[in-house]
Structures are given as C-alpha cells and as structure tokens.
C-alpha cells in the first residue's frame, strides 16, 4: 500500500511545485509590473491576460499548448512522466507543458499582486522615499513589494488548493501516474 502511494505521489508533487514554481516566477513580476504601469499599456496587457488566463478552462489551455509545443513545433512530449532520478533534462522536458495550465493560478496571483502594490504604492512612505530621491527599484522592491507581501504570499498559500484540485484534470489530458492517473 504504502509503495502505491509512494508511485502516485511523487508525479503529483512534482506538478504542482513545478506549476507553483512557473506561476510566482512569472505572476509576481507581472502585477509588480503592472503596478508600476498603473493605467499604461503594459498594465492593461497584464490585466488583460490575467482575465483570460483565469476565464479558460485549464484543459483548453492544456489541450493548445499541447497542439502548440508538442504536435506542431514538436518540442516537447505530449504525455507521461519522467522521474527526477531518470534526470533533470527528462524531468524538465516532461514538466514544462503540465505546469503551463497553472496560467489559472498565474492570473490570481498577478490581480493580487497589482491590486496590492497599487495600495502599498499610495502610501505616505513610499511618497517619502520618491521625494528623497531613492532610485525607482530600489523604491518599488525594497519599500513597495516588501510591504505589499503579506498578501501576495497569502493568496499563494491558499492557491495551492486550487493547483491541488487542478492537478487532477492536468494529470489526465497529460497521462501523468499521479493521484488521477
């Protein structure tokens, strides 16, 4: 019992800390970003894809990247799993397009970020650190996003339900032997 376990955990640990992995890497310097670009062009893009992002059902998503990456440019594998052991290039080419449908969780995680900042970048003491002259980033990542984290990092927390939940339909269009498979 304890093996059969062990066989069905590790692929769907492994999807969803490398999903975890893609979405806060790209959906916290995204709505930072956007943040920064209140009103602008990049902050509606960013906007914009978020809402999309979080409006496709993640099988759609899964199904186009799969036509995309692995039937027309033929890049990646359209199925299974690697394990870590069998190495790290089979292990990343068998993940990258799995962890991609997490662009649901990318999109939360991006809206709350820029709503966050957006709150943190009205403050008195992010005024004052503009007004002394303290480069724009320094400003931005050191006051800003320091001050702003205890959101973000709480949305994460409790997004990683919904990458739970998510991993059961990534793990079957992907024939992945998790807990699904």
């Given at each position: 019992m ?9 692929p ?39 809402v999309l ?43 990258i ?36 002259g303290?480069?724009?980033?320094t ?18 927390g ?7 939940g ?15 498979g």
């Open positions: 304890a093996t059969l376990i062990g066989q069905r955990i590790e769907t640990l492994a999807l969803t800390v490398c999903t975890l992995i893609v979405a806060v890497g790209l959906a916290v310097p995204l709505g930072v970003l956007a943040a920064a670009r209140a009103g602008g062009w990049i902050d509606r893009l960013v906007m914009a894809l978020s992002g979080f409006s496709v059902p993640v099988f759609v998503i899964a199904y186009g990247l799969i036509f995309l990456f692995a039937v027309w440019l033929d890049w990646l594998p359209v199925q299974g799993y690697r394990s870590l052991s069998e190495g790290f290039v089979p292990f990343i080419r068998h993940m397009l799995p962890a991609w449908p997490g662009i649901v969780y990318m999109a939360l995680i991006a809206r709350i970020t820029r709503a966050t900042m957006l709150d943190v970048l009205a403050q008195d003491y992010v005024r004052t650190a503009n007004a002394k303290l480069a724009p980033g400003v931005l990542i050191r006051h800003a996003l320091k001050n702003a984290a205890v959101p973000i990092v709480t949305i994460i409790i997004g990683v339900a919904l990458l739970i998510g991993v059961v339909v990534t793990e079957t269009v992907f024939a992945i032997p998790g807990w699904a």
